[in-house]
DNA sequence: GGCTGTTAGTTTCATTTGAAACTAATTTCG
DNA sequence: CGAAATTAGTTTCAAATGAAACTAACAGCC
């Protein structure tokens, strides 16, 4: 072990001491945003860890099929908006997984740039596997938490990410696009 | 616009209609990893184009910074354990973090392998400017929220946290050497 | 029709990443 | 003690990333 002497503050914005000139000290284990990024973080590499490593997909594969297994059929942009993927990230994703035969793509015959994304039949397969698992491990994660909880948590993050989505704005204007989410 | 029959579900794991054999549907968007990566990505970034980006700070950069910022001083492999950063992200950080002058180490005479890590005085007053910013984001991404639902958001994420720490155990054991986070 | 601008998606290329190998210091244990 | 194993941290190298440029299709407007 290192060191010592560490202050501790117990909320975050702690009001000054008087004496000093405001500065608001950053009691980083209660800062939101590094706890958000620290769980989402745990949770993700845990899932992927565990259980889509053998299946040989990455992480953004991973997430597209997700989100073709639920919403398809697709197009590649509104995946990139759902998930907030990048869209190289996404493009290339989809290339792979159109080389493994998981995902098909029909061009939109209203719009030729676009293409209607969806999962092939293995792919479907392939999707409920992992799905079971992951599921399975949120189920998991979710234990010791009571209905009550759950139910808050599901409105907590709904409140935060609506207002986190609003505030994203200042990038150039966005097309919200998915009432859901 | 692309396409439609969609299947909706409101439940994850849905009770499957005792005409069909068990397949658990995924509703991706009540689907808790999924959530937390979306409200995390969107957090992270926002506070980094909005506030450090002027900086040159990279993530992992200013991660490093606010760990220092509230824990120094600690060893490189404290920082990797506490934002769950690579070791090697965390050691190019912070050699990129020392060529500025923002961050200082002190081998430990105890053990030579480790030193300390802290923020110069330059790196403090670096840290206090974001870290002010950074509350600001937190306290506008919090407000809406009532006092009881902060409390209940607090004792969730530490709850999950705590769970998905216990479950990442397989990969090879770990210390959890935090009692906080 | 034919410019001008926009959108969907891909490719290029320089940067970032992290697994694996490595160095160096420390600990374990016969 | 001293060989073998472990830990802190760095370097290497191949793969993943994403900003910017690009292609192709569409939309608006005169």
């Given at each position: 072990m290192i060191g010592f002497n560490r202050n501790y503050f117990h909320?975050?914005?702690?009001?000054?001491?008087?004496?000093?000139p405001a500065a608001p000290m950053l009691a980083l284990e209660h800062f939101l945003p590094y706890r958000l990024s620290v769980l989402s973080q745990l949770v993700s590499t845990s899932i992927h860890d565990r259980y889509f490593q053998p299946s040989g997909l990455t992480i953004p594969q991973w997430r597209v099929m997700a989100i073709l297994g639920r919403f398809?059929?697709?197009s590649a942009s509104e995946v990139c908006d759902r998930t907030l993927l990048d869209k190289v990230t996404v493009s290339r994703a989809i290339a792979a997984l159109r080389q493994r035969r998981l995902v098909q793509r029909t061009v939109?015959?209203?719009?030729?740039?676009r293409s209607a994304l969806g999962l092939t039949p293995e792919g479907q397969r392939l999707h409920q596997q992992i799905a079971a698992l992951a599921l399975d491990y949120e189920r998991r994660l979710l234990q010791g938490l009571t209905s009550a909880e759950r139910t808050a948590l599901d409105r907590l993050l709904q409140k935060l990410t609506g207002h986190a989505r609003a505030m994203?704005?200042?990038?150039?204007a966005r097309q919200p696009r998915h009432p859901d989410t």
């Amino acid at each position: 072990m290192i060191g010592f002497n560490r202050n501790y503050f117990h909320m975050n914005a702690a009001t000054t001491p008087a004496t000093k000139p405001a500065a608001p000290m950053l009691a980083l284990e209660h800062f939101l945003p590094y706890r958000l990024s620290v769980l989402s973080q745990l949770v993700s590499t845990s899932i992927h860890d565990r259980y889509f490593q053998p299946s040989g997909l990455t992480i953004p594969q991973w997430r597209v099929m997700a989100i073709l297994g639920r919403f398809a059929p697709v197009s590649a942009s509104e995946v990139c908006d759902r998930t907030l993927l990048d869209k190289v990230t996404v493009s290339r994703a989809i290339a792979a997984l159109r080389q493994r035969r998981l995902v098909q793509r029909t061009v939109d015959p209203g719009d030729r740039r676009r293409s209607a994304l969806g999962l092939t039949p293995e792919g479907q397969r392939l999707h409920q596997q992992i799905a079971a698992l992951a599921l399975d491990y949120e189920r998991r994660l979710l234990q010791g938490l009571t209905s009550a909880e759950r139910t808050a948590l599901d409105r907590l993050l709904q409140k935060l990410t609506g207002h986190a989505r609003a505030m994203r704005m200042p990038t150039s204007a966005r097309q919200p696009r998915h009432p859901d989410t």
